[in-house]
């Protein structure tokens, strides 16, 4: 599966902003699909990640009850919708997709290349 994520940009603090991320071929409901970031000078974290058919989330304390994950499997798309964005959410956002579950970071082997995300405080 090939990915490609848009969505990323300049924001204010305490704005919000949609991530999108769109995969290639006929099989992306077989794929669990997660959103990492990576902070300048910080590893890559895990944010949140979706079951094959949406039912099911995942969230990392950091953006719990700011972030949500969705998917549209008949637009082989998954979305982050940010809310209540701070300074600290500054990253370069990645979208992943998992052969194996959606809540576990080392599943994610496919990824796409990053969007950037500037929190202006």
């Known amino acids: 599966v090939q990915l490609q994520a848009f969505g990323g940009g300049l924001v204010q603090a305490g704005g919000s902003l949609r991530l999108s991320c769109a995969a290639s071929g006929r099989t992306f409901s077989s794929y669990a699909m997660g959103w990492f970031r990576q902070a300048p000078g910080k590893e890559r974290d895990f944010i949140a990640g979706?079951?094959?058919?949406?039912?099911?989330?995942y969230y990392a304390d950091s953006v719990k009850g700011r972030f949500t994950i969705t998917r549209d499997n008949t637009k082989s798309t998954v979305y982050l919708q940010m809310n209540s964005l701070s300074a600290e959410d500054t990253a370069v956002y990645y979208c992943a997709a998992s052969r194996g579950t959606y809540y576990i970071d080392d599943s994610y082997g496919y990824w796409g290349q990053g969007t950037l995300v500037t929190v202006s405080s």
């Open positions: 979706i079951s094959r058919g949406g039912g099911y989330t």
